[in-house]
């Protein structure tokens, strides 16, 4: 990931630069906690925006900021400096986060099937969601590699190469994932063609 | 041109899926954090063991291969159906060579997965080797291209591929130095989702296992 870049929509915080930011983690390896909030500061606000995104939900995507800085914190010794600090934080954030929501999506899908049973025969057939419902709900509905590169490069400005690194995954890999997220979403949202079309 | 209006549309009417809010509660989050840390013992450093090489685990996966072959044909016993006698039958639909095609190929990319799963969770330095990460890079990509064949149309493996796919991602995204805890994350996933049951439940009975 590249120091200092700024994401398109995300929250304009400049990264601090590579040599201040190496000798911050020096120092809060050693256990300085000015260093460890200063490293806190510089990337508390993507990782927050990127856990929310994920989450959509102040409560989780607190829950998920906050557990990826403690296990980034605990796991600082053995930071190679392969990639950016940046880098690294927001694979430990996505990792968080993505897991955190696939767990939680499974108890909810189990409560929401419970509840639709219950509802059948009450439910509105004739109900016909806006647009903006059903585009959220086909985001929701990607599977979660397409979710999570769709989330991080449409919506928060992250290149090819940044999200391959975040996700373990190659550039072209995310190039082809949000190639099929935008195919599978024009196809959810085909009878709204007029609104793009005109 | 309409692919591009699209791809415009969207971006701007997606933005406000999931729209953080404008102000990051940092100093809440900041505190809570300091609290956990301070409530827990002090983390241990990821120990650095002796590796296990790439080529052990590609010794290891070709056993294991070969051994599953061996037992396939053993259990299949004398009278098993020949691919001459397949051959012979009346011919099938397209479709039902392309159903069959990709039934085909999902076994032999579920037991390549469960031959992954399995040295993975017998192996406790196993995140730390390349090999096994670049083994499980090699799965996930082939697990997404089968969820987008129409093998991925089949609800339940549908299911299944998406798990493994998270899994999959899971191991891939290990850290070399990653403490246990990490690991022990990828195994929860594992157990919770029982992957490796339903993976053995696919496999018909008498396929070269991966194990």
Same mark, same amino acid.
């Given at each position: 990931?590249?120091?200092?870049?700024?994401?398109?929509?995300?929250?304009?915080?400049?990264?601090?630069?590579?040599?201040?930011?190496?000798?911050?983690? $020096?120092?809060?390896?050693?256990?300085?906690?000015? @260093?460890?909030? $200063?490293?806190?500061?510089?990337?508390?606000?993507?990782?927050?925006?990127? @856990?929310?995104?994920?989450?959509?939900?102040?409560?989780?995507?607190?829950?998920?900021?906050?557990? @990826?800085?403690?296990?980034?914190?605990?796991?600082?010794?053995?930071?190679?400096?392969?990639?950016?600090?940046?880098?690294?934080?927001?694979?430990?954030?996505?990792?968080?986060?993505?897991?955190?929501?696939?767990?939680?999506?499974?108890?909810?899908?189990?409560?929401?099937?419970?509840? $639709?049973?219950?509802?059948?025969?009450?439910?509105?057939?004739?109900?016909?969601?806006?647009?903006?419902?059903?585009?959220?709900?086909?985001?929701?509905?990607?599977?979660?590699?397409?979710?999570?590169?769709?989330?991080?490069?449409?919506?928060?400005?992250?290149?090819?190469?940044?999200?391959?690194?975040?996700?373990?995954?190659?550039?072209?890999?995310?190039?082809?994932?949000?190639?099929?997220?935008?195919?599978?979403?024009?196809?959810?949202? $085909?009878?709204?063609?007029?609104?793009?079309?005109? | 041109?309409?692919?591009? !209006?699209?791809?415009?549309?969207?971006?701007?009417?997606?933005?406000?899926?999931?729209?953080?809010?404008?102000?990051?509660?940092?100093?809440?989050?900041?505190?809570?954090?300091?609290?956990? !840390?301070?409530?827990?013992?002090?983390?241990?450093?990821?120990?650095?063991?002796?590796?296990?090489?790439?080529?052990?685990?590609? *010794?290891?996966?070709?056993?294991? *291969?070969?051994?599953? *072959?061996?037992?396939?044909?053993?259990?299949?016993?004398?009278?098993?159906?020949?691919?001459?006698?397949?051959?012979?039958?009346?011919?099938?639909?397209?479709?039902?060579?392309?159903?069959?095609?990709?039934?085909?190929?999902?076994?032999?990319?579920?037991?390549?997965?469960?031959?992954?799963?399995?040295?993975?969770?017998?192996?406790?330095?196993?995140?730390?080797?390349?090999?096994?990460?670049?083994?499980?890079?090699?799965?996930?990509?082939?697990?997404?291209?089968?969820?987008?064949?129409?093998?991925?149309?089949?609800?339940?493996?549908?299911?299944?591929?998406?798990?493994?796919?998270?899994?999959?991602?899971?191991?891939?995204?290990?850290?070399?130095?990653?403490?246990?805890?990490?690991?022990?994350?990828?195994?929860?996933?594992?157990?919770?989702?029982?992957?490796?049951?339903?993976? !053995?439940?696919?496999?018909?009975?008498?396929?070269?296992?991966?194990?």
């Amino acid at each position: 990931m590249s120091e200092g870049r700024l994401s398109k929509r995300g929250a304009e915080v400049p990264e601090p630069d590579p040599v201040s930011e190496s000798q911050l983690i $020096a120092r809060a390896i050693e256990g300085d906690p000015a @260093a460890q909030r $200063a490293l806190y500061d510089a990337h508390v606000d993507r990782v927050y925006r990127l @856990a929310y995104r994920v989450a959509g939900d102040d409560d989780l995507a607190r829950d998920f900021t906050q557990e @990826a800085f403690i296990r980034a914190f605990d796991r600082l010794p053995t930071f190679r400096r392969e990639a950016s600090f940046g880098t690294w934080l927001y694979t430990i954030a996505m990792s968080v986060a993505l897991n955190g929501i696939r767990s939680i999506r499974r108890l909810r899908t189990r409560e929401v099937a419970l509840d $639709a049973a219950e509802s059948l025969g009450r439910r509105d057939r004739n109900a016909d969601p806006d647009l903006k419902d059903r585009l959220h709900r086909a985001i929701e509905d990607l599977p979660p590699g397409y979710r999570a590169v769709f989330l991080m490069h449409d919506l928060e400005g992250y290149t090819h190469e940044e999200i391959g690194e975040v996700l373990g995954i190659q550039s072209g890999t995310s190039k082809a994932q949000l190639f099929r997220a935008r195919a599978r979403l024009r196809e959810v949202l $085909a009878d709204f063609a007029g609104a793009w079309i005109a | 041109m309409s692919e591009e !209006r699209f791809e415009a549309w969207l971006k701007e009417h997606a933005a406000d899926y999931h729209r953080p809010p404008a102000e990051v509660p940092r100093n809440e989050m900041w505190d809570a954090i300091t609290r956990t !840390r301070a409530a827990r013992p002090a983390p241990v450093a990821g120990h650095i063991g002796s590796r296990i090489s790439p080529v052990r685990y590609a *010794i290891a996966a070709s056993l294991l *291969i070969g051994a599953g *072959i061996g037992l396939g044909y053993w259990m299949r016993g004398p009278d098993a159906v020949t691919p001459a006698v397949v051959a012979s039958l009346p011919a099938a639909t397209d479709s039902a060579i392309r159903s069959a095609t990709y039934d085909v190929a999902s076994v032999q990319h579920l037991t390549a997965v469960e031959a992954l799963l399995t040295s993975f969770r017998k192996d406790e330095r196993a995140e730390s080797d390349v090999a096994m990460r670049r083994w499980a890079r090699d799965l996930l990509a082939s697990t997404r291209l089968l969820m987008d064949s129409p093998a991925g149309e089949v609800a339940s493996r549908r299911q299944l591929l998406e798990d493994l796919e998270y899994v999959l991602a899971q191991i891939v995204q290990l850290d070399p130095n990653a403490p246990a805890e990490d690991r022990a994350m990828v195994d929860r996933a594992i157990n919770r989702e029982q992957v490796l049951t339903r993976i !053995r439940s696919t496999i018909p009975a008498g396929f070269p296992s991966g194990t």
